[in-house]
């Protein structure tokens, strides 16, 4: 009998859960496609409807992860790891490396993607399993079709849960294996010592495959001509002399924005230095979209239905692509910087230094375009490796000497000016460093090292275009944050219009520029080790590594030249950093907040433990140092702290304690162990006290968790303040009682609830300190009360002809 209503409940709520997800969740195309072995063998006298295999209550889960997407990913894997095996040439190994990573990664993100999808799916069938239970002899055969149904489901789900994880850690450390693979190519090629040009050796080699490389540059030259030749003929020239004339008129237009553009900005910006840098902003992506859309309009007419373009000269024209867009930047940035109007100059110049570097901009617009020739000629020409290695080595020879533009035209300047100025500060510096970069490039051309000077100039332009294109921007949002965004500021204002509060606005002003100054860092740190080449793909890829991290694997401790020298680097960079960062929230947030000094110590020290923690995991994971290899060191800890260590670590928490609940806060004035001072620091281990006699004692944290401390500054009720005030004996007290009590009800910002009190606290030297007591309204603050309740008596007192004086030893405590 106990057994009756589960019968009969099962198929109850079967029926139920059937009803509420068969209109959402049925597919009738599954349920023709897929018959369970039940419904197809066992005959049955029930209705038509009853008769026909019961509807999924879920879709099939192949229709997205198919076995033929499963057996493509597992195919692709094995390809790209059979093309990592192969032997390329010098010329090609870079891009096929660079193919094959990319395709890697394709692979684990994909494979991360149907994980993410199909993953649900099985909690849902295992839900399902446990709302049918466990198998019953009596239960109804649809129950049990069910179950067996959902189990055969959630097996293959579970199958393919496991190929789809396997897939991602393959791709995953293929993708890291090729990255160290490429890397180590790249060092190889960068060591490579060729014959040095200014010996015999070098020329006769250049002369051995002379024939062969004036072959190969003819054919690319005809190349060339003959699609120009079809461009220019027939219908097809009038397609390209109207790109030709659109390219003229957008460039025109370009070099022609300047002066609306600059209206524009002192229009709607306010005076001062953010509109020179909004103005160059604005005309450099201007110029960057201008010269690109210029250049891909020419080229696209040019190709349009022609024949003559192979994929050689395609291959050409998309590198020269590639650069065209940062001469644009570097032309519109020199027009900018070195503008004819001094008001529109980003950075503070005199004319003629202005005058002096207006060249330069043209120049190395000029040397980035050679440069996308020869990423064709070094990659792409098939000429031989010497032919290849004279034009990197005469790119690199004709480059080097503009460095010394720069500081050059700054240390004239500085000569011809009398007074110091900034430039003529930098000019010592940048002209050494630019100086030793020019004869180390110079002196590997010359020695037969030609790739590595030809690496080191162009690292060095990549990375002068970047570094100045982010300093734009970080003048830019800075400026913005101080000008525009401040409640004081127009936009800032309307915000606080809106009903936004007026320190959030301030505090999101500061910290919003911060955060992207922050990402602008990371941005040229991916730009710096992601190579020569500005890749945009290879650098999204380094800036999703910095931020989302990969896969770690288990590996042996690294002690190599570089990873000693980046564990001495970081502390150092580390130490410079925090104090950066401590400064900034010192000097520009904690302004716009309410929090007291005690707080504000709590956060820089918390702030400057967790960063050093964090500089020390950084160590750790460069030289390879993972938490399983660090289980004996925290073994002995556990073994050093339950003997020795007691004291030490019970100090460390009770640190963190006080500055998280801040039952003290420095200038809190205490008594603690018989010794009664103010705190003057807080740190992780112990608590500094001033005492009367000026000496400093050092209490353990232990101490104020442990027993029993008195806070002084806490008596006060928050936002009482008291203002005492000296008076002579002969005047009358009670009168300049009444007038104390009545000037501070008075008040505009004092409460009326407790009402201000007057009393007499002390007499010294034939007077007598009468001391009012009021409370600030709620959300003023205290100290700017109670100044204007002190201007409030000296003129009521001045009225009433009551002589006093502010005792100077008097002081008061405001919470």
């Given at each position: 009998?106990?057994?009756?209503?589960?019968?009969?409940?099962?198929?109850?709520?079967?029926?139920?859960?059937?009803?509420?997800?068969?209109?959402?969740?049925?597919?009738?195309?599954?349920?023709?496609?897929?018959?369970?072995?039940?419904?197809?063998?066992?005959?049955?006298?029930?209705?038509?409807?009853?008769?026909?295999?019961?509807?999924?209550?879920?879709?099939?889960?192949?229709?997205?992860?198919?076995?033929?997407?499963?057996?493509?990913?597992?195919?692709?894997?094995?390809?790209?790891?059979?093309?990592?095996?192969?032997?390329?040439?010098?010329?090609?190994?870079?891009n096929a490396l660079s193919t094959l990573t990319r395709r890697a990664t394709a692979v684990a993100t994909k494979a991360d993607t149907l994980l993410a999808q199909i993953k649900p799916y099985e909690s849902v069938y295992q839900n399902f399993i446990d709302i049918l239970g466990k198998p019953d002899a009596a239960e109804p055969a649809s129950i049990t079709q069910q179950r067996t149904m959902l189990t055969a489901r959630q097996r293959d789900i579970s199958g393919r849960i496991t190929r789809l994880k396997l897939y991602q850690l393959e791709a995953q450390q293929l993708t890291q294996e090729l990255r160290q693979h490429g890397t180590a190519i790249q060092q190889a090629t960068m060591t490579q010592r060729f014959p040095t040009p200014l010996g015999v050796n070098f020329w006769s080699q250049l002369s051995n495959t002379a024939e062969q490389d004036k072959s190969r540059a003819s054919s690319l030259f005809s190349e060339i001509g003959l699609v120009l030749k079809n461009a220019f003929t027939g219908q097809h020239a009038l397609l390209t002399l109207g790109a030709i004339a659109l390219s003229g008129l957008l460039l025109a237009l370009h070099f022609f924005c300047h002066a609306p553009l600059r209206m524009l900005v002192s229009r709607f910006l306010p005076p001062g230095r953010i509109r020179p840098i909004t103005a160059a902003v604005l005309c450099s992506l201007i110029g960057v979209i201008a010269w690109g859309g210029a250049f891909q309009l020419l080229w696209n007419a040019v190709s349009f239905n022609n024949d003559a373009v192979a994929e050689?000269?395609?291959?050409?024209?998309?590198?020269?692509?590639?650069?065209?867009?940062?001469?644009?930047?570097?032309?519109?940035?020199?027009?900018?910087?070195?503008?004819?109007?001094?008001?529109?100059?980003?950075?503070?110049?005199?004319?003629?230094?202005?005058?002096?570097?207006?060249?330069?901009?043209?120049?190395?617009?000029?040397?980035?375009?050679?440069?996308?020739?020869?990423?064709?000629?070094?990659?792409?020409?098939?000429?031989?490796?010497?032919?290849?290695?004279?034009?990197?080595?005469?790119?690199?020879?004709?480059?080097?000497?503009?460095?010394?533009?720069?500081?050059?035209?700054?240390?004239?300047?500085?000569?011809?000016?009398?007074?110091?100025?900034?430039?003529?500060?930098?000019?010592?510096?940048?002209?050494?460093?630019?100086?030793?970069?020019?004869?180390?490039?110079?002196?590997?051309?010359?020695?037969?090292?030609?790739?590595?000077?030809?690496?080191?100039?162009?690292?060095?332009?990549?990375?002068?275009?970047?570094?100045?294109?982010?300093?734009?921007?970080?003048?830019?949002?800075?400026?913005?944050?101080?000008?525009?965004?401040?409640?004081?500021?127009?936009?800032?204002?309307?915000?606080?219009?809106?009903?936004?509060?007026?320190?959030?606005?301030?505090?999101?002003?500061?910290?919003?520029?911060?955060?992207?100054?922050?990402?602008?860092?990371?941005?040229?740190?991916?730009?710096?080790?992601?190579?020569?080449?500005?890749?945009?793909?290879?650098?999204?890829?380094?800036?999703?590594?910095?931020?989302?991290?990969?896969?770690?694997?288990?590996?042996?401790?690294?002690?190599?030249?570089?990873?000693?020298?980046?564990?001495?680097?970081?502390?150092?960079?580390?130490?410079?950093?925090?104090?950066?960062?401590?400064?900034?929230?010192?000097?520009?947030?904690?302004?716009?907040?309410?929090?007291?000094?005690?707080?504000?110590?709590?956060?820089?020290?918390?702030?400057?433990?967790?960063?050093?923690?964090?500089?020390?995991?950084?160590?750790?994971?460069?030289?390879?140092?993972?938490?399983?290899?660090?289980?004996?060191?925290?073994?002995?800890?556990?073994?050093?702290?339950?003997?020795?260590?007691?004291?030490?670590?019970?100090?460390?928490?009770?640190?963190?304690?006080?500055?998280?609940?801040?039952?003290?806060?420095?200038?809190?004035?205490?008594?603690?162990?018989?010794?009664?001072?103010?705190?003057?620091?807080?740190?992780?281990?112990?608590?500094?006290?001033?005492?009367?006699?000026?000496?400093?004692?050092?209490?353990?944290?232990?101490?104020?968790?442990?027993?029993?401390?008195?806070?002084?500054?806490?008596?006060?009720?928050?936002?009482?303040?008291?203002?005492?005030?000296?008076?002579?004996?002969?005047?009358?007290?009670?009168?300049?009682?009444?007038?104390?009590?009545?000037?501070?009800?008075?008040?505009?910002?004092?409460?009326?609830?407790?009402?201000?009190?007057?009393?007499?606290?002390?007499?010294?030297?034939?007077?007598?300190?009468?001391?009012?007591?009021?409370?600030?309204?709620?959300?003023?603050?205290?100290?700017?009360?109670?100044?204007?309740?002190?201007?409030?008596?000296?003129?009521?007192?001045?009225?009433?002809?009551?002589?006093?004086?502010?005792?100077?030893?008097?002081?008061?405590?405001?919470?």
């Open positions: 009998m106990t057994r009756q209503p589960s019968r009969i409940l099962v198929p109850a709520l079967f029926l139920v859960l059937a009803g509420l997800f068969h209109p959402l969740l049925s597919n009738p195309a599954v349920l023709a496609a897929e018959p369970t072995p039940a419904a197809a063998t066992t005959p049955t006298a029930q209705t038509p409807a009853a008769a026909q295999t019961p509807a999924p209550l879920i879709a099939d889960i192949t229709l997205f992860a198919s076995d033929a997407t499963l057996n493509a990913m597992g195919d692709e894997i094995r390809a790209i790891y059979q093309g990592s095996r192969k032997d390329y040439s010098t010329s090609q190994n870079a050689d000269l395609s291959a050409l024209a998309d590198m020269v692509a590639a650069q065209v867009p940062l001469c644009g930047f570097v032309l519109e940035l020199g027009m900018s910087l070195l503008s004819r109007k001094t008001e529109w100059r980003v950075f503070p110049m005199p004319d003629t230094l202005a005058r002096n570097l207006r060249l330069f901009p043209f120049w190395f617009a000029g040397a980035l375009l050679v440069r996308g020739v020869l990423r064709y000629v070094d990659t792409r020409s098939g000429l031989g490796l010497l032919p290849i290695q004279l034009m990197d080595g005469l790119y690199t020879l004709a480059v080097s000497p503009l460095l010394f533009a720069i500081p050059r035209q700054l240390r004239l300047s500085a000569q011809q000016e009398d007074t110091e100025t900034s430039s003529a500060n930098i000019a010592p510096l940048l002209r050494t460093l630019v100086t030793a970069i020019a004869i180390l490039c110079w002196g590997a051309v010359l020695t037969g090292y030609i790739p590595l000077g030809y690496t080191i100039i162009s690292w060095v332009s990549v990375m002068a275009i970047t570094m100045t294109g982010l300093l734009l921007v970080s003048l830019l949002v800075t400026a913005l944050g101080s000008s525009v965004f401040p409640s004081s500021g127009p936009v800032g204002a309307h915000l606080v219009r809106l009903g936004l509060p007026a320190r959030l606005v301030d505090q999101a002003s500061v910290v919003i520029p911060g955060l992207i100054s922050v990402f602008l860092l990371v941005v040229a740190f991916s730009v710096a080790t992601a190579g020569a080449d500005f890749d945009p793909t290879q650098v999204s890829r380094r800036i999703q590594f910095i931020f989302k991290g990969q896969a770690s694997t288990e590996g042996s401790f690294n002690l190599s030249l570089d990873a000693m020298l980046l564990c001495a680097g970081l502390p150092i960079l580390g130490h410079y950093a925090i104090r950066i960062i401590k400064n900034w929230f010192r000097l520009r947030f904690f302004p716009t907040t309410r929090l007291d000094i005690g707080a504000q110590a709590s956060i820089l020290n918390i702030l400057s433990y967790s960063a050093w923690i964090i500089i020390g995991l950084c160590m750790a994971s460069a030289l390879g140092v993972t938490v399983k290899s660090m289980t004996w060191v925290v073994s002995a800890l556990s073994v050093g702290i339950g003997f020795g260590l007691q004291s030490i670590v019970q100090n460390f928490v009770s640190g963190i304690i006080l500055m998280a609940e801040r039952p003290v806060s420095i200038g809190d004035v205490v008594d603690i162990a018989g010794a009664h001072g103010e705190v003057a620091r807080i740190s992780v281990r112990s608590t500094n006290i001033k005492l009367a006699d000026g000496s400093t004692m050092i209490v353990p944290n232990s101490q104020f968790i442990t027993s029993a401390v008195r806070n002084a500054t806490r008596a006060e009720k928050p936002g009482v303040f008291t203002i005492p005030l000296q008076v002579p004996f002969t005047s009358d007290l009670h009168k300049a009682m009444n007038v104390i009590t009545s000037t501070l009800a008075g008040c505009e910002n004092v409460e009326a609830q407790p009402a201000p009190t007057a009393s007499i606290t002390s007499v010294a030297d034939g007077s007598a300190i009468l001391t009012g007591t009021a409370r600030a309204r709620e959300g003023m603050d205290t100290a700017a009360v109670r100044s204007q309740a002190l201007f409030a008596l000296w003129e009521a007192f001045q009225e009433n002809q009551i002589p006093v004086t502010v005792s100077t030893t008097s002081s008061s405590s405001t919470k």
